[in-house]
């Protein structure tokens, strides 16, 4: 909780690469590592556009994860979190981040 509010209040920048990941589940990884998460709230206003943007996809696409964990089987969490992620990297296919990034919005 307190990480969180300082985190709310603070100018503290996420440390996110310019490309996404090659498959969700790396991005996945990558958002646990990074705790990506406790910026959610974060006020944003400092940020540079392409960070917020860049955030920003991540942060859905993490998203859907969770939501397709919650049918996904596992024993933990975390396990049901990876397993929506693999499944969605076979959806993905052949497809760029980018690509499937677009046809989950659509």
Known sequence: RNAFNLLHSSEKLPEIPPDLPNTVYELLTQHQQANLSLFE?????????????????????????KER??????????????????????EKSTKSMNEYLKLRES
């Open 69 to 90: 964990a919650q049918r996904n089987p596992g024993n933990t969490a975390q396990e049901r979190m990876q397993n929506a992620a693999l499944a969605m990297d076979q």
């Open 41 to 65: 709230l974060a006020k944003k206003k400092h940020w540079s556009s392409s960070l917020k943007l860049r955030f920003s996809k991540r942060t859905y696409l993490y998203n859907k994860i």
